[in-house]
């Protein structure tokens, strides 16, 4: 019989934070990032990078050097409401397509 948890409760919460404190901060930052981004204060974003530069995670750091090679295209995320979704996701269904076509998208080769 699975034992299935829907929630964590708010004393299983307090206990991961007061054991593993680097989790806390993990989860305070990416919290403030969301909130950075729903408000749409893009001054805010240059100081959360600051500030979570100070854990010095390898992965971390790796998502902060992405931010910042595109720091341009991230600001103006900020300014402008509209996004290039629906025709990214049509391009990708488009090479999905071709891929089956040309047999690089096949049972076989997930078979080797």
Same mark, same amino acid.
């Given at each position: 019989?699975?034992?299935?948890?829907?929630?964590?409760?708010?004393?299983?919460?307090? &206990?991961?934070?007061? =054991?593993?404190?680097?989790?806390?901060?993990?989860?305070?930052?990416?919290?403030?990032?969301?909130?950075?981004?729903?408000? !749409?204060?893009?001054?805010?974003?240059?100081?959360?990078?600051?500030?979570?530069?100070?854990?010095?995670?390898?992965?971390? &750091?790796?998502?902060?050097? !992405?931010?910042?090679?595109? /720091?341009?295209?991230?600001?103006?995320?900020?300014?402008?409401?509209?996004? &290039?979704?629906?025709?990214? !996701?049509?391009?990708?269904?488009? =090479? &999905? /397509?071709?891929?089956?076509?040309? !047999?690089?998208?096949?049972?076989?080769?997930?078979?080797?």
């Amino acid at each position: 019989m699975a034992l299935e948890v829907k929630q964590l409760t708010d004393e299983q919460v307090k &206990n991961a934070f007061r =054991k593993y404190p680097l989790f806390k901060k993990l989860y305070d930052l990416v919290w403030s990032f969301k909130s950075i981004l729903l408000s !749409g204060q893009r001054e805010e974003l240059h100081t959360w990078i600051t500030k979570a530069q100070t854990l010095e995670l390898t992965k971390l &750091n790796s998502f902060l050097n !992405g931010l910042k090679r595109d /720091i341009n295209a991230v600001e103006n995320a900020f300014l402008f409401s509209y996004s &290039n979704g629906l025709a990214e !996701g049509s391009v990708n269904k488009l =090479k &999905n /397509i071709k891929r089956i076509m040309y !047999g690089r998208c096949s049972f076989d080769l997930l078979r080797n």
